[in-house]
């Protein structure tokens, strides 16, 4: 079974400053990936996916993350950061269980944007 | 209405009270899922629907009963709840789960509190 390492559970940056979360996955073959975010009393939303057409995905509100196999790694990356990003964060990968595929998700990383 | 949406939005019950929780989706979709989203703690996958049809249970107590009468509604009737059950409890839908490519769409949630 798939598992996903979300490292900090608090991430804390300076306004303009670069935002970096790290995401790795277990799989030793590439997946499908997913990174989510949730604002304050919300639903989660999709940032952005990995579906293999390209290891640079671009998402939403200027955010991107890069697939690298050989790291098993998908890191979210934004160059300047915006008090509007303060949020919770969530990586997520595709994983067969019996025969339906489901989302196995990663502990969150609360991000924080400091004036 | 679009996506996903979930009623009530807050509920505090007691611990004798009964209550449900109502989803709906409005895409289509074949899948739907119930996950509890408590403090400092990951996403926790309750039960999985697809096509009308329980497809998993993660041993959540009985005191949570879920209900999918059909493909665009699911219910999660509440009974004799702990303080400990007090949580955002979400629900997402995805096309089903079929596919790798498993997308989830979220609602806003429903922030319970057992007193």
């Known amino acids: 079974a798939q598992s996903v390492t979300q490292l900090g559970s608090h991430v804390s940056v300076s306004e303009g400053a670069l935002v970096l979360l790290r995401c790795n996955y277990s799989?030793?073959?590439?997946?499908?990936l997913f990174w989510y975010v949730q604002y304050p009393n919300q639903g989660l939303q999709l940032l952005l996916k990995?579906?293999?057409?390209a290891t640079l995905v671009k998402g939403i509100n200027g955010f991107e993350a890069e697939f690298k196999k050989s790291e098993t790694s998908f890191h979210l990356t934004k160059p300047s950061a915006h008090m509007s990003d303060a949020a919770e964060y969530f990586c997520?990968?595709?994983?067969?269980?019996?025969?339906?595929?489901?989302?196995?998700w990663g502990a969150g990383t609360k991000l924080i944007i400091k004036p | 209405e679009t996506g996903v949406t979930q009623t009530p939005r807050h509920l505090v019950m007691g611990m004798t009270n009964k209550k449900s929780l109502k989803c709906e989706q409005h895409?289509?979709?074949?899948?739907m899922y119930w996950y509890k989203q408590s403090a400092k703690k990951p996403l926790e996958l309750m039960f999985v629907?697809?096509?009308?049809?329980?497809?998993e249970n993660n041993s959540v107590p009985s005191r949570f009963s879920p209900e999918c009468p059909n493909s665009s509604h699911l219910f999660l009737h509440l009974h004799t709840l702990q303080p400990e059950d007090s949580a955002l409890y979400l629900c997402?839908?995805?096309?089903?789960?079929?596919?790798?490519?498993?997308?989830?769409?979220f609602g806003p949630g429903t922030r319970l509190t057992v007193l």
């Open positions: 997402a839908s995805s096309q089903d789960l079929a596919s790798e490519y498993n997308e989830q769409f």
């Open positions: 895409l289509g979709h074949n899948a």
């Open positions: 629907y697809s096509l009308e049809e329980r497809v």
């Open positions: 799989s030793s073959v590439p997946p499908y």
């Open positions: 990995y579906t293999s057409a």
């Open positions: 997520a990968v595709s994983d067969r269980l019996d025969s339906n595929y489901q989302l196995i």
